[in-house]
């Protein structure tokens, strides 16, 4: 979809710092990961998908809050999770989001109106929106941007949920970012409908194919879409194609997709047609662009060393944040 909107100089540079911002980020913490025992577990990196990520985050306001699945790195970020936090989250240090307890697929700030990074298939589906419902009865205008993958768009939970998203016209965007890959299971495999948005259409919602790999289109479609929910005017799906240049998780070698299929992609960047459109637009010299780049070197360099020096969760930290009682002690012999 094309795009007629004349966005300002410091919308795309800002566009830019922050695609570059979390490509960056995601790279050095992949490096780390191969060392062993920097970071453990689970990860899925968002190399690819940043568009989307900027895109939102200019259509929509800081108190609008963010949920989101395990690819949960980028998004957290841009909201206002600092590298630092992020990188000792990784780490699985005390002074990480989640105060090192959540790992990659569970970040989260309350402060910054991030709800998490969820594990579980589809599961942060039916919670989006009832952030959406707490949002609706406290008498808010705030609007709630409900990430899933097209994995998770197949599964029942969806469905329950739009139902009662559109009869209670909740304040959502639900967005499928279509990476076009359920690990390594093709759109084209697991459905008759390959076009994720025309779900939609069961309920009588607002639905749109948006380009991921472009922030201006992104910032249009979200907005619009943003635009009707403040206005009480209820739910809208946004499929939002985009494509992830790494395997699903960092285990994942990606042997199911044709080196010529990734090399497509790669020639639709998203940071790299940002770049582009700054330059062809007079908004940078080469010499910000230089310097935007080492900044933001320097800030993750910065956060690798803020992960590694801080310190390991105590042991009576274990059972907190689990149980509602605050009062709850758990003692280590």
């Not at 968002?46 to 690819?71: N, S």
């Not at 600092?82 to 240090?93: D, I, Q, S, V």
């Not at 008759?192 to 380009?211: H, Q, R, T, W």
Request: net charge negative.
């Amino acid at each position: 979809m094309a795009t007629n909107t004349q966005f300002s100089k410091e919308t795309y540079l800002y566009w830019y710092e922050l695609m570059q911002l979390i490509r960056q980020f995601e790279l050095k913490a992949e490096e780390k990961y191969k060392m062993a025992g920097k970071i453990r577990g689970f990860f899925h990196a968002y190399v690819g998908q940043e568009a989307i990520a900027a895109g939102c985050m200019t259509a929509t306001r800081p108190e609008d809050p963010f949920i989101t699945a395990y690819r949960d790195h980028g998004l957290g970020m841009a909201k206002g999770i600092t590298p630092n936090e992020a990188m000792a989250e990784l780490y699985g240090k005390a002074t990480g989001c989640a105060k090192g307890k959540g790992g990659s697929m569970h970040f989260f700030s309350k402060e910054h109106h991030f709800f998490g990074g969820h594990g579980i298939v589809g599961g942060q589906i039916g919670v989006g929106a009832g952030l959406a419902f707490a949002e609706q009865y406290r008498g808010t205008d705030n609007v709630v941007l409900c990430f899933f993958g097209d994995g998770a768009a197949r599964q029942g939970v969806l469905h329950e949920t739009f139902n009662l998203a559109m009869l209670w016209k909740l304040p959502v965007v639900f967005i499928c970012e279509n990476n076009h890959y359920a690990m390594g299971t093709s759109v084209e495999r697991t459905s008759n409908v390959l076009d994720i948005y025309k779900l939609a259409d069961g309920f009588e919602m607002p639905g749109d194919s948006v380009d991921g790999m472009n922030p201006e289109t992104v910032h249009e479609a979200v907005a619009r879409a943003v635009k009707r929910a403040r206005e009480k005017g209820g739910p809208t799906l946004l499929e939002i194609k985009t494509y992830r240049y790494k395997g699903h998780s960092i285990s994942d070698p990606g042997k199911y997709r044709t080196k010529e299929e990734l090399e497509e992609y790669k020639s639709k960047d998203p940071i790299l047609l940002t770049l582009h459109t700054i330059k062809e637009k007079g908004l940078a010299t080469d010499e910000e662009i230089a310097a935007i780049d080492k900044r933001i070197e320097d800030v993750v360099e910065a956060a690798v060393k803020f992960a590694e020096e801080s310190p390991f969760p105590d042991a009576s930290e274990v059972l907190k944040d689990v149980y509602a009682d605050p009062n709850y002690e758990f003692i280590v012999d």
